[in-house]
Every structure is written in structure tokens, then in C-alpha cells.
């Protein structure tokens, strides 16, 4: 159970670290369909991550990923939709 645990952290840190990088991403990108396609990556790690979080018991984990992604989509939202 505790190496299946620590699977489930290091997944956790790879979908956080993932989300990030495609969040990074968005400000690289060369055309607004890009940045859109980055966008959705960020969320789905993201949403992935929340998951995760949720079935590991970390509640403040998982609370502190929905506040970041708030934040991400609000930054989106007034950066890049029309």
C-alpha cells in the first residue's frame, strides 16, 4: 500500500509539474489557437491533479490546485479571450 501511495505522490508532482510547464506554455505560443491548446493541457493536468489529490486524502492539496487553476483561467480569460 505505501509504494502504491508514493506512486500516487509522484504522479500527483508530475501532473502539478506538467500543468505548469503547458501553463508556460501559453505565453509561448505563436497563435491563439495554440495558446488555446496549451490552455486545455493546463486545465486537464490540473483537473487531474485536483483528482488525484481528492483520492489521497489531501484536501488542502487539492484546494490549493483549485485556487491555482482559478487563478490560471481568470489570467486566460482577461489575457487572451476576446
Do not use: C, P
Not at 483520492?55 to 476576446?82: N, Y
Amino acid at each position: 500500500m505505501g509504494d502504491e501511495r508514493a506512486q500516487k505522490l509522484e504522479a500527483l508532482a508530475r501532473l502539478k509539474e506538467a500543468g505548469e510547464r503547458a501553463y508556460d506554455q501559453i505565453y509561448e505560443a505563436h497563435s491563439s489557437s495554440a495558446a488555446t491548446a496549451w490552455y486545455s493541457d493546463t486545465k486537464e493536468n490540473f483537473h487531474d491533479a485536483i483528482g488525484l489529490a481528492s483520492e489521497l486524502g489531501l484536501s488542502a492539496e487539492a484546494e490549493a490546485l483549485r485556487q491555482r487553476l482559478a487563478h490560471i483561467k481568470a489570467v486566460f480569460r482577461s489575457q487572451f479571450a476576446e
